[in-house]
């Protein structure tokens, strides 16, 4: 069998799980440690309560195991485990064990138990390269990943940046098997189809004008996802372009979908002509009192079956976070739906997302161009969006079931 040891229920890995399940060629069981948004948790990042709106836990073998009640998937050492996962293997008949990094005490526990009972263990982390490490941690940094590197049969890489980090902790390139990033590309694309008739009525509710140039930014408004550079930029752009971009369309707009403790500042840089959170509808806003603010609706948090409108609304979506940001499934979302992307080339998924047709890259915190790149889109909105080249669940699963052949043969 094979264990997959993760931190709790996420929107991104539920649907994997379902089709290896539907697969059936791997005996596998997901063990979580919390049950954060299958339920209504807190959200440090978001600042709010809440929970997926999908059925997380349909339709694959799952089970959560006991760890600290006051675990959340951002505390080390409470998703700990106090029992003995050897003999928990053991019973189970495990021959591989998956995790998902080494953020958690959990994982490493895992390995140990995995070694100790001889079982492989194959690791999926987000981290990448593109992190610069202070001097004096590097060598720390080197001993313990060092460590548990050695203890990993098998690393599944989800692109060009990760695998490029296991490479220079030597790593080797028999180790290394394709397991791309991916979101559920099928659904978000149902999705978008189904809505995208209704793309005005969608504007005029957040007080998004019809013949606006509409830029997205969707996520947590957290410093390292960078929200203010977008709001930098579109004053930029308001000022340099608004000659050109005026023949197309009646100004910039930018809608931000999500939340989070930069709201408070994104708010008050922007003339904000909706607000769901504050309950400012486009039929009580104030008159726009300053032409160097970039008019703004800001739509609140959405869920996963919800966040398509967004998608359906803009006319782009601007990721621009800094390293901190090792992939940012919000652009395979984005994609998936049809639209073009303006990626900071820190973030993790850039080199191979960015270069896909119809989205840009940018240099991170250059406010200047990630102007230009958002006016590259406005005045050339007939660009192609490659979706059909996006990455799918189906190559993670070939690799896991190639993976886990292999191993049975080899017993």
């Not at 694309?189 to 998004?208: L, P, V, Y």
């Not at 998936?336 to 820190?346: K, M, N, R």
């Not at 190559?395 to 886990?404: D, Q």
Request: hydrophobic share 40%; charged share 25%; with cysteine.
């Amino acid at each position: 069998m094979l264990a997959i040891l993760t931190t709790h229920p996420i929107q991104y890995q539920v649907p994997l799980w379902q089709a290896l399940a539907r697969n059936g060629r791997v005996p596998f069981e997901v063990w979580y440690l919390t049950r954060h948004a299958a339920e209504v948790s807190t959200d440090r990042g978001f600042g709010k309560s809440f929970a997926w709106d999908l059925d997380m836990l349909s339709g694959y073998p799952h089970q959560f195991l006991e760890v600290d009640p006051g675990a959340t998937p951002n505390d080390f050492w409470k998703c700990r485990l106090p029992e003995s996962l050897a003999q928990r293997m053991r019973a189970a008949g495990v021959k591989a064990l998956w995790i998902q990094g080494w953020g958690v005490a959990g994982y490493w526990q895992a390995v140990w138990a995995a070694k100790k009972v001889g079982a492989e263990v194959w690791l999926r982390g987000e981290s990448n390269d593109l992190a610069p490490t202070p001097f004096w941690k590097q060598p720390i940094k080197r001993l313990v990943l060092g460590e548990l590197f050695r203890s990993v049969d098998d690393f599944l890489y989800i692109g060009t940046a990760n695998r490029r980090l296991y490479e220079k902790f030597g790593v080797s390139s028999d180790r290394l098997h394709a397991a791309p990033y991916a979101v559920d590309n099928e659904r978000f694309h149902q999705q978008a189809r189904a809505i995208r008739n209704s793309k005005f009525e969608i504007r005029k509710a957040w007080g998004i004008p019809e013949d606006a140039f509409c830029v997205l930014f969707c996520g947590k408004f957290i410093p390292k996802k960078r929200p203010m550079d977008l709001v930098a930029a579109a004053g930029q752009l308001m000022s340099k372009n608004a000659t050109v971009i005026d023949r197309r369309y009646s100004g910039v707009h930018l809608l931000f979908a999500g939340s989070g403790e930069l709201g408070p500042e994104l708010r008050v840089n922007c003339n904000v002509l909706f607000d769901a959170e504050t309950a400012l509808h486009p039929d009580n806003r104030q008159q726009i009192t300053d032409n160097r603010k970039p008019a703004a609706s800001f739509a609140g948090f959405l869920n996963q079956t919800e966040v398509s409108s967004a998608y359906v609304a803009a006319d782009c979506l601007v990721l621009p976070s800094d390293f901190r940001e090792t992939w940012g499934l919000v652009v395979n979302e984005a994609m998936a739906s049809g639209l073009p992307c303006v990626i900071s080339d820190q973030c993790g998924c850039a080199e191979d997302l960015g270069t896909k047709q119809g989205n840009i890259i940018f240099r991170c915190g250059d406010t200047r161009e990630l102007a230009e790149k958002v006016f590259q889109l406005a005045i050339k909105p007939e660009r192609d969006i490659a979706s059909n080249e996006l990455p799918s669940f189906s190559s993670t699963l070939e690799t896991v079931v190639t993976l886990y052949m292999q191993l049975d043969r080899a017993r």
